[in-house]
């Protein structure tokens, strides 16, 4: 179902987020996402003078290690294009991500371990959608045997309440994992 019709209007910026999960040969996961901020327009940066339409404003990404109990192993950062030169000074800091459990809290723990005056905004709003993408790609393989066929969970799945279709006791549970519905004998 598509928006509704907008409101007369002039297109001024555009921000793409990717994000890619990958299991990795050793077992780990590696999550790559990536930030590309530009405007359609040219306009005077303060920095780097002129910019044309399309020249990014920002182009930067991130990559964490995970393992499968959620531990990140490794955290790392680029910057290829960014609006003063100070910002190429926060990629390192990304590695204070390093040994961080993923679960309840983590957000808290992000801001904790990236304050915002040592870190990148940007930087740090892409770990959001790189975490919600590693859990989509494990959560692939929890439901494989070794042969990549489907398998029943013996453990009730993560994301069971974490959204409306998925609630305890909704019509999708029901249909595909009946044994984890409230109230289920």
């Known amino acids: 179902m598509p928006l509704p019709p907008p409101a007369a209007r002039r297109h001024v910026h555009t ?3 990717q994000c890619e999960g990958f299991l990795r040969e050793d077992g780990l996961w590696d999550i790559e996402a990536s930030l590309i901020d530009d405007k359609p327009y040219a306009y005077d940066d303060f920095e ?12 930067m990404s991130i990559r964490l290690t995970v ?22 000074d926060v990629p390192p800091r990304i590695e204070a991500l390093v040994g961080m459990k993923l679960g309840g809290g983590w957000r808290q723990a992000v801001r904790e371990r990236l304050p915002k005056r040592t870190a990148c905004t940007h ?18 393989k929890s439901f494989e045997d070794a042969s990549g066929s489907r398998k029943a969970p013996t453990q009730k799945p993560y994301f069971i309440d974490g959204c409306w279709s998925w609630r305890a006791d909704g ?6 994992f009946p044994q984890f519905v409230e109230g289920a004998e």
């Open 15 to 17: 921000r793409r987020v």
């Open 48 to 59: 780097r003078g002129r910019r044309q339409p399309g020249e990014p404003v920002h182009k």
């Open 67 to 88: 393992d499968d109990q959620l531990v990140v192993r490794e955290a790392v950062a680029a910057m290829d294009d960014v609006p003063y030169p100070t910002c190429h």
């Open 123 to 140: 930087l740090t709003e892409l770990i959001g959608p790189a975490i919600t993408t590693l859990f989509q790609s494990m959560s692939a």
């Open 171 to 176: 019509p999708a549970l029901r249909k595909f």
